[in-house]
Nanobody
Framework: QVQFVESGGGLVQPGGSLRLSCAAS????????IGWFRQAPGKEREGVSC????????DYADSVKGRFTISRDNAKNTVYLQMNSLKPEDTADYYC????????????????????WGKGTLVTVSE
C-alpha cells in the first residue's frame, strides 16, 4: 500500500519544540521533492515547507522561516520537520505529500502534482 504516515504531533506550550516525521511506505521518496502542509480548523490548507529530491534546496512559508527546518533521510524513506519557537497560530493538522517532480519550484504549495497525502498529525500549541 502506497502511503505516508505522519507522526510526532502533540500538545506543546508556546515557545516549545516538536519534530514531525513523515515515513513513506510502498514507494521510494528518492525521486520526489516533498512538501509539508498544514490546515487549521476553518482555514485553507497552507504550504509550510518543501525540500528537493537531493535536499539541496528548501523553501519555507514566511510564517515559519527561521523557526522550522525541513530535512530528509532517503535511506530511511522519511522526511522531518523540526519546529521550534512554536506559536499558537501554528496549531493545525500537519500533512506531507510528494511533488511529482524532483524540485520544489516557486509554486510548490499549489502544484497540481501533489500526491500520496498522509492522514496527518495534530499539533496543538497552547498554555
Amino acid at each position: 500500500q502506497v502511503q505516508f504516515v505522519e507522526s510526532g504531533g502533540g500538545l506543546v506550550q508556546p515557545g516549545g519544540s516538536l519534530r514531525l516525521s513523515c515515513a513513506a511506505s510502498g514507494f521510494t521518496l528518492d525521486y520526489y521533492a516533498i512538501g509539508w502542509f498544514r490546515q487549521a480548523p476553518g482555514k485553507e490548507r497552507e504550504g509550510v515547507s518543501c525540500i528537493s529530491r537531493s535536499a539541496g534546496s528548501t523553501d519555507y512559508a514566511d510564517s515559519v522561516k527561521g523557526r522550522f527546518t525541513i530535512s530528509r533521510d532517503n535511506a530511511k524513506n522519511t522526511v522531518y520537520l523540526q519546529m521550534n519557537s512554536l506559536k499558537p497560530e501554528d496549531t493545525a493538522d500537519y500533512y506531507c505529500a510528494i511533488l511529482r517532480r524532483p524540485f520544489c519550484g516557486s509554486n510548490w504549495s499549489n502544484y497540481y502534482g501533489l500526491d500520496y497525502w498522509g492522514k496527518g498529525t495534530l499539533v496543538t500549541v497552547s498554555e
